[in-house]
């Protein structure tokens, strides 16, 4: 194509002189041709791109498809059931829920309920009604017994996601949906803004490894900044985050692209450079002075809930933990259990992929292990990762959880179409961006109340499904309930799959 390439040149060059000469088409001529030309000339001489240089103009083209790539398989190839990370199904009934539209499926359900894999409730020849379910139960009560300030947490909430990796316009739209629809959000390890503050939400404050928003100079935890910020009535409870499922075992990442003005003074570091967490906290290094942190934490807050997120790795790591819990009598108000299946704005593949267990494995495992140590019943569990419905929240629970997290879901509600630009800061809806031009389209004023919607909408779905199964409660999901087939001919509940008896 290179030899190509050149003959063009040769030919249509001296045609375009000749017809400036003999036409007066000449400039409609220079002006489609000329900067093909241009064009052709510039990959021909770059260095940098073997295609562009082996095939001149043409090359370009294989760049451009692969930008439009993941837009045209979205809408004009995958099935409703097929799409990842998340597929067209589940983004359809965040979308209809958070807009108040109809939620119903037509003809019966798409997903092979004879697969090897597919998963359902068991529910009741005599089903009782919404009104006979306890709605009183769709909220746990944390820190009840240890603090001052205990919290009546929603069975669904809004998981960490930072001010940064998220924009402004977004922080708000998801906190004073939090405020409507009577739940909670966890603000990521990325500080206290005024965003998270403005619209007087519930939050989580999560403290990460770079302590931002209760960090020294040199990055070390500050007692008077925490205190200070802590004091925030809006602030309910704080998470100490050990790690994340999208990158179990390293600390966060925010491009610098991102790290504007602004995010960087929230966070007390530089502008415009890409700030990397440290991958483990400067103020413990065990579980004895994790759990003194943890007490030390619950003082400086006036006596508020304090616990601690992790992806779980190492089992030996975690049965320590609740060994020294055992032996102290010191224990986090809650814990956070991710997934290996998490969402995030920036992650390494093999950390995303590759490290950590998933949701539903450390789930089991977590629960497993403080029902062993007897720990169970004195520490709530939160579970996150790939919760968008009623169901799978059901499911969640029946594992263990006490109540759960949603990112993804909370970011669908917002209008996301998992364009999958979350690391580039060109979102084209506005959520993961710093771009003043794309944050222009997310009205927070229209979008807020979608938040409050598919929150209210996906409870609704717990309770039509606590009815259906003859349940008063969330407290009466065990494991038992959950059915799975794993086998063309065999299927198991989860008690059977994974016995809940102690490790």
């Not at 067209?88 to 090897?116: C, H, M, W």
């Amino acid at each position: 194509m290179r030899k190509q390439f050149l003959i063009f040149c040769f030919i249509s060059v001296p045609l375009i002189l000749g017809l400036g000469l003999i036409s007066k088409y000449f400039i409609w001529s220079f002006i489609i041709i000329g900067p093909l030309i241009i064009l052709g000339l510039i990959d021909f001489f770059q260095r940098k791109s073997t295609i562009r240089r082996n095939y001149p103009l043409l090359g370009m083209g294989r760049y451009f498809m692969e930008d439009w790539r993941p837009k045209i398989y979205q809408y004009f190839v995958e099935s409703d059931t097929d799409g990842t990370p998340i597929s067209r199904i589940f983004r359809s009934i965040v979308y209809q829920r958070s807009k108040n539209e109809l939620d119903t499926v037509p003809f019966g359900t798409q997903v092979d309920v004879n697969a090897t894999g597919y998963e359902w409730i068991g529910h009741s020849m005599y089903p009782l009604t919404k009104e006979e379910v306890n709605h009183d139960d769709l909220y746990v009560k944390v820190g009840e017994k240890r603090c001052k300030k205990p919290y009546n947490l929603s069975l669904f909430n809004i998981s960490a996601m930072s001010f940064g990796a998220l924009s402004d316009v977004a922080v708000e739209s998801l906190n004073k949906g939090a405020k409507v629809g009577g739940f909670a959000h966890n603000t990521g390890e990325g500080g206290l803004s005024p965003y998270h503050l403005k619209h007087g939400g519930d939050l989580i404050w999560q403290i990460g490894t770079g302590y931002f928003g209760c960090r020294t100079a040199d990055g070390h935890f500050d007692e008077e900044r925490f205190k200070e910020n802590a004091s925030h009535d809006s602030v309910k409870m704080i998470e100490i985050k050990l790690s994340q499922g999208a990158k179990p075992g390293k600390g966060g990442i925010l491009p610098g692209i991102k790290n504007t003005p602004e995010i960087a003074a929230i966070r007390g570091v530089g502008p415009w450079k890409t700030i990397f967490s440290p991958p483990s906290h400067s103020s413990f290094n065990s579980p004895e002075t994790l759990l003194e942190f943890i007490a030390k934490l619950r003082e400086l807050s006036g006596g508020k809930p304090v616990g601690i997120k992790f992806c779980m790795g190492h089992r030996k790591d975690f049965e320590e933990l609740c060994q020294s819990m055992q032996r102290t009598g010191m224990l986090p108000d809650f814990i956070s259990c991710d997934g290996g299946e998490g969402g995030t704005g920036a992650a390494p593949l093999e950390f995303c992929t590759s490290i950590g267990m998933s949701k539903r494995d450390g789930l089991l495992l977590t629960a497993d292990y403080l029902n062993k140590y007897n720990l169970k019943g004195k520490i709530k569990l939160i579970s996150a990762g790939k919760i968008f419905t009623g169901f799978q929240l059901i499911k969640t629970l029946a594992i263990g959880a006490d109540a759960c997290y949603s990112a993804r879901g909370m970011m669908l509600s917002l209008g996301c179409i998992q364009s999958l630009l979350c690391n580039k800061n060109t979102c084209p809806t506005g959520i993961t961006t710093q771009d003043p031009w794309l944050k222009a389209g997310l009205v927070v004023e229209e979008k807020y109340q979608r938040v409050a919607n598919y929150h209210h909408a996906t409870i609704r779905s717990v309770v039509e499904i606590l009815a259906a199964c003859r349940l008063r409660s969330p407290k009466e999901l065990d494991r038992s309930r959950i059915w799975r087939r794993v086998g063309v001919a065999t299927i198991k509940n989860y008690e059977e799959l994974f016995p809940s008896r102690p490790r």
